[in-house]
């Protein structure tokens, strides 16, 4: 999670930098018209002579001047009003396009997790119930020799290794969404989600691709980053290329553990697993294919959520959507010095303040929002989520130990 500071910034990087620039624009027409009135004003003689002999006076440069400096505020009060008029149609739309977008990932991430913690919980309890054994049958059952102490022990063993991969997967899933290393441990300047008696009992396979793919390579998001920032870096990754194919490199040997989709894996290896056990006859059939269809669900899941990771708003539409934004701040100024007098620039500021960081900030939520599994405060919880399993997980191993 970001600090709070981080945020702030992004914030005023987002909002209130073009509602500045907006108010340096308003305050630069103000100028602007001050001057050009001040500068053609006619003197108090020529003002008195003009009021009581105007029908016999000519018109003077001066009153040329100035009327025409009027006139012309006045017809660029009429173009930029009349822009306005025609645009903000064009303008609600695309505003209310993308927000109803951002809305609709943010919701759509929101019912995935759910679904995933809905899961992983259902296979849990299948495979704790069926292969687990409670503590009164286990002090009820007597031994008959040390070979099958010993091997009642490795089932335990592996059905514990089997079940700890459960909660893995949730958490190997957020990071891959989120673009993070996972850490097995925590240490300085990382921090690890998994518990230590989860990383006591993995699989030693799944583990040592854990270590591996902590070691390899940066994070691929900057913490600095905004969510601006990142919608953008995935619509240009989006964008469709030439009509000729183009050969991907091969991966590097360095970056080869750090590429591997570790929630594939966690899959993978609990599908092998669970194979062994239905061909050893230690899952019944009617479990196992129960199981199979839980592991397809996440595997849907995880497909679901990586399109809503890689999937933004298209770069035209967010592109011509900041024109329309930028024509906005532009020419409102314009519309607004020509209608209040210049005496009133405290109002003019509150309302050109007030109308562009509205605008603005209606984007700047809805970049936020259609990157719902990043780092930012109003992101999804995706810490609460892994948690929330790995309690389970936890009570699920205290309720079938032995005593």
């Given at each position: 999670?970001?600090?709070?500071?981080?945020?702030?910034?992004?914030?005023?990087?987002?909002?209130?930098?073009?509602?500045?620039?907006?108010?340096?624009?308003?305050?630069?027409?103000?100028?602007?018209?001050r001057?050009?009135?001040?500068?053609?004003?006619?003197?108090?003689?020529?003002?008195?002579?003009?009021?009581?002999?105007?029908?016999?006076?000519?018109?003077?440069?001066?009153?040329?001047?100035?009327?025409?400096?009027?006139?012309?505020?006045?017809?660029?009060?009429?173009?930029?009003?009349?822009?306005?008029?025609?645009?903000?149609?064009?303008t609600?739309?695309l505003?209310?396009f993308?927000?109803?977008s951002?809305?609709?990932?943010?919701?759509?991430?929101?019912?995935?997790?759910?679904?995933?913690?809905?899961?992983?919980r259902?296979?849990?309890?299948?495979?704790?119930?069926?292969?687990?054994?409670?503590?009164?049958?286990?002090?009820?059952?007597?031994?008959?020799?040390?070979?099958?102490?010993?091997?009642?022990?490795?089932?335990?063993?592996?059905?514990?290794?089997?079940?700890?991969?459960?909660?893995?997967?949730?958490?190997?899933?957020?990071?891959?969404?989120?673009?993070?290393?996972?850490?097995?441990?925590?240490?300085?300047?990382?921090?690890?989600?998994?518990?230590?008696?989860?990383?006591?009992?993995?699989?030693?396979s799944?583990?040592?691709?854990?270590?591996?793919?902590?070691?390899?390579?940066?994070?691929?998001?900057?913490?600095?980053?905004?969510?601006?920032?990142?919608?953008?870096?995935?619509?240009?990754?989006?964008?469709?290329?030439?009509?000729?194919?183009?050969?991907?490199?091969g991966?590097?040997?360095?970056?080869?553990?750090?590429?591997?989709?570790?929630?594939l894996?966690?899959?993978?290896?609990?599908?092998?697993?669970?194979?062994?056990?239905?061909?050893?006859?230690?899952?019944?059939?009617?479990?196992?294919?129960?199981?199979?269809?839980?592991?397809?669900?996440?595997?849907?899941?995880?497909?679901?959520?990586?399109?809503?990771?890689?999937?933004?708003?298209?770069?035209?539409v967010?592109?011509?959507?900041?024109?329309?934004?930028?024509?906005?701040?532009?020419?409102?100024?314009v519309?607004?010095?020509?209608?209040?007098?210049?005496?009133?620039?405290?109002?003019?500021?509150?309302?050109?303040?007030?109308?562009t960081?509205?605008?603005?900030?209606?984007?700047?939520?809805?970049?936020?929002?259609?990157?719902?599994?990043?780092?930012?405060?109003?992101?999804?919880?995706?810490?609460?989520?892994?948690n929330?399993?790995?309690?389970?997980?936890?009570?699920?191993?205290?309720?079938f130990?032995?005593?």
């Open positions: 999670m970001r600090p709070p500071t981080t945020n702030c910034i992004a914030q005023l990087r987002e909002t209130w930098q073009p509602t500045l620039l907006a108010l340096i624009w308003l305050f630069l027409l103000i100028l602007v018209k001057i050009s009135i001040s500068e053609h004003a006619p003197t108090w003689p020529r003002r008195a002579r003009s009021s009581l002999d105007a029908e016999y006076l000519p018109a003077s440069l001066d009153t040329e001047a100035a009327w025409d400096l009027d006139s012309l505020w006045k017809d660029l009060e009429w173009a930029s009003h009349r822009v306005i008029a025609s645009l903000s149609t064009v609600g739309l505003l209310a993308r927000s109803n951002a809305i609709g990932r943010w919701s759509a991430a929101r019912s995935k997790w759910s679904d995933v913690h809905a899961t992983s259902s296979l849990l309890r299948l495979l704790s119930a069926s292969l687990l054994t409670a503590p009164d049958e286990t002090k009820t059952a007597s031994a008959t020799s040390l070979n099958d102490f010993a091997r009642k022990k490795d089932e335990t063993s592996n059905v514990q290794e089997i079940l700890a991969t459960v909660p893995f997967f949730s958490i190997s899933l957020m990071c891959e969404m989120r673009g993070r290393a996972l850490y097995v441990s925590s240490g300085p300047g990382q921090q690890s989600l998994l518990r230590s008696d989860l990383v006591d009992v993995l699989p030693p799944l583990l040592a691709l854990a270590n591996r793919h902590r070691g390899d390579g940066p994070d691929t998001t900057d913490g600095l980053d905004t969510a601006r920032d990142a919608e953008k870096r995935q619509q240009i990754a989006n964008l469709n290329s030439a009509h000729t194919m183009r050969r991907c490199p991966p590097s040997a360095s970056s080869r553990s750090s590429d591997k989709n570790l929630a894996i966690s899959l993978v290896i609990l599908q092998r697993s669970l194979d062994t056990l239905h061909s050893s006859s230690l899952l019944a059939s009617p479990v196992y294919a129960h199981c199979i269809g839980l592991l397809n669900s996440l595997s849907s899941h995880t497909t679901e959520l990586e399109r809503i990771r890689d999937t933004p708003i298209p770069l035209s967010s592109r011509h959507f900041s024109r329309l934004l930028t024509i906005h701040t532009i020419l409102l100024p519309v607004v010095v020509q209608n209040l007098d210049s005496q009133r620039w405290w109002l003019a500021t509150a309302i050109v303040a007030m109308v960081c509205m605008l603005y900030g209606v984007d700047s939520f809805a970049a936020k929002l259609s990157q719902p599994m990043g780092l930012d405060t109003e992101d999804l919880p995706l810490e609460k989520y892994v929330e399993v790995q309690d389970e997980w936890s009570n699920v191993i205290a309720c130990s032995a005593n």
